[in-house]
Nanobody
Framework: RVQVAESGGGLVRAGNSLTLTCTID???????VGWFRQIPGKEREAVSC????????YYAEFVKGRFTISIDSARNTAHLQMNDLKPDDTAMYYC???????????????????????WGQGTQVTVTS
């Protein structure tokens, strides 16, 4: 089993920034990593994914230009830099890892990660207006 843990959530005012950190106990050479979020009352959705082997990055439309995913392979950590946060970004944010074979076939799909991925417990982000 792959261990995944997130940190860095918190309470911020709109327009401010937060950086979330995800640590996995495996190499990014073997696993793609993704950030997902769940807004109360809504389905969990993909935010951003990174695939080290293919050097591909995915961003959901609603975060393009505001969020940036990055990897520190030496520390097996992934960061999600979130700038210009909006109240609509308020959600539980989850990090997940999935083997490259699945990522190659299904991409940054919440369904695929949910089915075969490894998930952290989540970190709450609350943005006030």
């Amino acid at each position: 089993r792959v261990q995944v843990a997130e940190s860095g959530g918190g309470l911020v005012r709109a327009g401010n920034s937060l950086t979330l950190t995800c640590t996995i106990d495996r190499s990014f050479a073997e696993y793609a990593v993704g950030w997902f979020r769940q807004i109360p009352g809504k389905e969990r959705e993909a935010v951003s994914c990174f695939n080290w082997s293919y050097a591909t990055t995915y961003y959901a439309e609603f975060v393009k230009g505001r969020f940036t995913i990055s990897i520190d392979s030496a520390r097996n950590t992934a960061h999600l830099q979130m700038n210009d946060l909006k109240p609509d970004d308020t959600a539980m944010y989850y990090c997940a890892a999935v083997g490259y074979g699945y990522y190659k076939d299904y991409g940054c799909s919440e369904g695929a990660f949910r089915a075969v991925g490894y998930w952290g417990q989540g970190t709450q982000v609350t943005v006030t207006s």
